[in-house]
């Protein structure tokens, strides 16, 4: 009987961890989001958030405990991800035959997460290595080439931390099934927003170069 709980104790303990480190990471998105949004406002509002996350250091101390959570958070999922052509194809078959929006999700899930594990080490390590972080700093990157990158990271980032969001609450039955359009209705909405307000913040950035 003992021998027979731990794959299934095994794998709570792991969708709980997946969970718990997927929520941190989108409330950091969300925040981060928001104050890359403060351009919107004023590039010097911007550059004073910039120099007081410096100046205390939380900013050199987020980057590389983002990334280690990031990594973290992928190395758990990828055990349920079709990383084979042939599982892929299965997965796709299911999906179809299912007739269930959430599996689809889930696919989107998969692609996002491989460009942001990517896009993320390469987005932070450009960053840190060319302090102070301002908003001169970023329109220079943006007018280098950067702007092709943030076009496809951006809704990336955003639609992996939204379908998550959405997915850990069907998960934990925080979502129900009563529920779920209205769920579905809002995560669009919220997810709308933020593109929305990283697109203006990028076109503001644009501009100060």
Known sequence: MASSRVPLEGKTRLDFWQAASGALLALFVCVHLVL?????ISPALTNGIAWLLEVTWLAQLAAPIVLLLIVFH???????????????????QHSKSLKDFDTWLWLVQVFTAIVILLGAFYHVYTVMTDLPINVAGSAKRLHNGWLAFYVVFLPCVILHTGIGVYRIAVK?????????????????IVMACYLLLGALALTRAWFQG
């Open 74 to 92: 992928f190395y758990i999922a990828a055990r349920k991800m079709p990383f084979r052509a042939h599982e892929l194809g299965i997965f796709v």
């Open 36 to 40: 890359e949004g403060t351009v919107v």
């Open 172 to 188: 934990f039955g925080i979502c129900t099934k009563s529920t779920k359009p209205r769920w579905r209705k809002w995560t669009w």
